[in-house]
């Protein structure tokens, strides 16, 4: 049973900076891929970033150079940090394990809004 708990989520302005967590169980954490993944309202989930069990990151484009994942693995926590956001940054954000997807947690709404 994996278990996926995400937080960190909430409202900020143009501009702002979030940082979320998700802490990740029932899993050897250190092995696994983490990614972050988001879904806004009418569109589809999209993969925003990814993080091998090396450290190895990749971005979707629309993030480059704003977003940074990291992961913990003492805490087995991967981490999004979020800077410059925009509105269009807004959705439901969720962990998961890609290569696994055994379920979707409950996400954190992350809002982007003046």
């Known amino acids: 049973q994996v278990q996926l708990v995400e937080s960190g989520g909430g409202l900020v302005q143009p501009g702002g900076s979030l940082r979320l967590s998700c802490v990740v169980s029932?899993?050897?954490?250190?092995?696994?891929?983490m990614g972050w993944y988001r879904q806004a309202p009418g569109k589809q989930r999209e993969l925003v970033a990814t993080?091998?069990?090396?450290?190895?990151?990749n971005y979707a484009d629309s993030v480059k150079g704003r977003f940074t994942i990291s992961r913990d693995n003492a805490k087995n926590t991967a981490s999004l940090q979020m800077n410059s956001l925009r509105p269009e940054d807004t959705a439901v954000y969720y962990c998961?394990?890609?290569?696994?997807?055994?379920?979707w947690g409950q996400g954190t709404q992350v809002t982007v809004s003046s």
């Open positions: 998961n394990v890609p290569s696994l997807l055994p379920q």
């Open positions: 029932g899993i050897a954490f250190r092995l696994y891929t």
């Open positions: 993080i091998t069990s090396g450290g190895s990151t």
